[in-house]
């Protein structure tokens, strides 16, 4: 299910993505992927076939989604003591 938020971190980057790992793509390994500036309309549809096809840890990544990776946001100390 897709989710919507108003800013996922990174604010001054426009239109960001983040493709969670599968429990099988973590447990290889996988880790979330951080996209940005995913202005382009094929976008959605290969964050879509990717994802479907095992998304990090499990599918390889398609040249025109590396190009949009990002780093993701440093989460303040307090956020990470509490995950």
Known sequence: MA???DCLGPCRQSNVIVVQPSTRGRARG?????LGWA???DIPDLVT???LAGGPGVAELPAALDLHRITPPRL???A???R
């Open 3 to 5: 989710r919507t938020t």
């Open 30 to 34: 996988g880790r979330p992927l951080w």
């Open 39 to 41: 202005l382009d309309n």
């Open 49 to 51: 076939e990717y994802a």
């Open 76 to 78: 303040p100390t307090t």
């Open 80 to 82: 990470r003591a509490r």
